[in-house]
């Protein structure tokens, strides 16, 4: 289950887990696991140890250490919109055989 921050209403944030379901239907597997880079820092953690922002039309992860913007997801009746320009890199473990 994911934490809530403990400061005020408008800075609530929940923990990258948040994002398992949303990203999980979009890509069909479980993102939480993969390591992102962030932009801003150039530090890389879990995609679960994200802040994210959840109270606006869509999904906002800031990095834990900067709280820049690593991530934006937003879905349309037909469409999921998956920015990460606020990221260096994606990691992804790949299944071993």
Same mark, same amino acid.
């Given at each position: 289950?994911?934490?809530? &921050?403990?400061?005020?209403?408008?800075?609530?944030?929940?923990?990258? &887990?948040a994002l398992a379901g949303p990203l999980g239907e979009i890509m069909g597997t479980d993102l939480t696991v993969a390591e992102l880079t962030c932009a801003g820092c150039r530090t890389t953690r879990p995609l679960a140890a994200m802040r994210v922002f959840d109270r606006a039309p869509g999904l906002v992860a800031r990095c834990p250490g900067c709280e820049a913007v690593v991530l934006r997801l937003v879905r349309t009746a037909d469409r999921a919109l998956v920015d990460l320009r606020g990221a260096l890199l994606l990691s992804l473990p790949m299944p071993t055989a």
């Open positions: 289950m994911s934490t809530i &921050n403990g400061g005020g209403d408008d800075a609530a944030w929940v923990d990258g &887990n």
